[in-house]
């Protein structure tokens, strides 16, 4: 099974993701967790090009391709042998942060992109059985990132508008998708939020 989490940097993606994996641990269930972009060798290399502050002229096709590269690897590599090994893979970050940053946010044509995540899932069989989108005022995002103390990187580098942006697209992607993508409210304290996220999904999915 894959369980996919989505939102804005801040949103509380990681926070919800430990406490996602204790739970299902604690159900006796084999659980890894990957970050997107990264999550082997070739991926991380990928991953220090796309947040390197240093590619300020990096183009948004490249950008683009760079995610694609990194997720087709990471599906091949690792998600294809972990679910044959029985486990519940947790991505942090996943198909709908392309459509968001890279379509929405940027700009580019959203038929490519989506086409582009069905090649690398395999024709769609690796997309997610169930995905968390994380929702919370970017403002606020932008807020708890700034606070977290951790530096900026390329992609946070963006202006405001942009976020705004690619919130607006995570809300859209998710009406497009209501039978995988679960709206989680962000903004309640992070127990409160894993208590709404595991209701949400144990109405779901059986694990
Ligand atoms: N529900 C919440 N309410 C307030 N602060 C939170 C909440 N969830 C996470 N945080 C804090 O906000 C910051 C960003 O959370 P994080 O889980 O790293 O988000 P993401 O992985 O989506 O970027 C961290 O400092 C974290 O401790
Ligand atoms: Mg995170």
Redesign the pocket.
């Known amino acids: 099974m894959i369980i996919s ?1 989505e ?11 430990i406490k996602l994996k204790k739970y299902l641990e604690s159900l006796g269930k084999k659980v890894k967790v990957l970050r997107e972009p990264g999550g082997n060798s070739i991926s991380e290399k990928i991953r220090d090009i796309l947040l390197d502050k240093k590619n300020l002229n990096m183009v948004f096709e490249t950008e683009l391709l760079l995610y694609l590269s990194s997720r087709a690897q990471l599906i091949k590599e690792e998600i294809i042998p972990l679910l044959e090994s029985n486990h519940i893979v947790l991505l ?1 970050r996943f198909i709908d942060s392309t459509t968001a940053y890279q379509g929405y946010g940027r700009g580019l044509d959203i038929e490519v992109i989506e086409n582009l995540n069905n090649f690398v899932t395999l024709n769609g069989k690796y997309i997610p059985d169930l995905t968390f989108f ?1 929702s919370l005022d970017p403002k606020v ?1 932008l807020n ?2 700034t ?2 103390g951790e530096e900026i990187n390329r992609m946070e580098t963006a202006k405001f508008e942009f976020f705004e942006k690619v919130h607006e697209g995570f809300q859209l992607i998710q009406q497009k998708n209501p039978n995988r993508m679960i709206k989680i409210d ?5 127990n ?2 894993f208590e709404s996220l595991k209701g949400k999904m144990e109405k779901r999915i059986k694990i």
């Open positions: 989490f939102g804005l940097d801040g949103c509380g993606k990681s926070t919800q993701i942090d994380i995002s708890r990132v606070t977290r962000g903004s309640l304290e992070p409160e939020v």
